[in-house]
């Protein structure tokens, strides 16, 4: 089994479209005014974000994007540092990773998983 989409409510559906495309390479699939788009990646997930007037996840929820090396996961953060996002250097956690507020309200986590966790 594997998950096949998810959707998520953020009070600026373009910025936050925007957001997954330029650092994550998802790519938009369809787009309904500033209310409703559909993002892929290249694994077959679908991202829907749908348009809220105020985001209130809880603050421990946020979405991950696993990245193959180390050095990847420093370049998004120093893209995202030089693009003006705050953001903090990565960490040694349950992998190499650091958390960014994405456009729209949602907290991502991005990381490079260490090898003998799975």
Request: proline share 3%; hydrophobic share 35%; glycine share 6%.
């Amino acid at each position: 089994m594997k998950l096949n989409h998810l959707n998520l409510t953020v009070t600026d559906v373009n910025a936050a479209r925007e957001f997954f495309e330029k650092y994550f390479d998802l790519q938009t699939k369809s787009i309904h005014g500033d209310s409703f788009a559909v993002l892929t990646d290249d694994n077959g997930l679908l991202l829907a974000l749908m348009k809220g007037t105020q985001v209130n996840y809880p603050k421990s929820f946020h979405i991950g994007f696993s990245l193959e090396s180390e050095e990847r996961v420093n370049e998004i953060n120093q893209r995202l540092k030089d693009d003006g996002f705050d953001v903090k250097p990565p960490q040694r956690l349950h992998g190499w990773t650091f958390y960014v507020k994405a456009p729209g309200g949602v907290t991502v986590e991005i990381l490079c998983r260490m090898r003998h966790i799975q």
